[in-house]
């Protein structure tokens, strides 16, 4: 690095994104105004089971990061502590609605910070209009085919994405 270079800040906003929804999008467009470069990760966990495919589950998250100019989407079957590494990242940031949540996410961040000490975990308080959204509310609305409800809870466009790949 040239003496007068700047380096860049990158974050890393992690989850399972089973789907992504406006909640998800509102930290990912938070982020990207606080860092140089954003990557919003899907994680997959072998031992979980996702309603969506991998590809169906990036294709939802491209919708919301498209628009983010500094924001890219990336996928790693490992450890989000070395992804974030790998990538250069010197923060992973979450979103957090409620006490629950905050509880869970102390205890990720905990882990992550035992395996990747340089890296601080930040915790974003969600929107107030944005606290009951969940992937999982997302995916009941769909099992009893609201799409309407399930539409506005989702990135634009991921709808189309859900519906033409058959997920009905
Ligand atoms: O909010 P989520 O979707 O449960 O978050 C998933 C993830 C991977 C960000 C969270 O479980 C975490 O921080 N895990 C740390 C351990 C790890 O890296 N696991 C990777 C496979 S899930």
Redesign the pocket.
């Known amino acids: 690095m040239m003496p007068n270079e700047k380096k860049l800040r990158r974050a890393i906003v992690?989850?399972?994104f089973d789907p992504m929804t406006v909640g998800h999008e509102d930290i990912l467009k938070r982020a990207s105004k606080l860092y140089d470069e954003v990557y919003l990760a899907l994680?997959?966990?072998p031992s979980k089971k996702y309603l969506f495919d991998l590809e169906t589950r990036i294709l939802i998250a491209e919708c919301a990061a498209k628009d983010i100019p500094n924001a890219k989407v990336v996928h790693s079957d490992g450890?989000?502590?070395d992804l974030a590494r790998e990538l250069g990242c010197e923060a992973i940031i979450?979103g957090a609605r409620n006490e629950k949540d905050f509880t869970y996410e102390m205890k990720?961040a905990l882990?992550?910070r035992a395996l990747a000490p340089e890296i601080e975990t930040f915790l974003l308080p969600c929107d107030d209009k944005l606290g009951e959204i969940s992937s999982t509310l997302v995916r009941s609305l769909l099992e009893k085919g609201e799409y309407e409800k399930a539409n506005a809870l989702l990135p634009k466009g991921a709808l189309d994405i859900i519906l033409k790949r058959g997920y009905k």
């Open positions: 992690p989850g399972s994680l997959i966990n450890m989000l502590a979450k990720m882990y992550n």
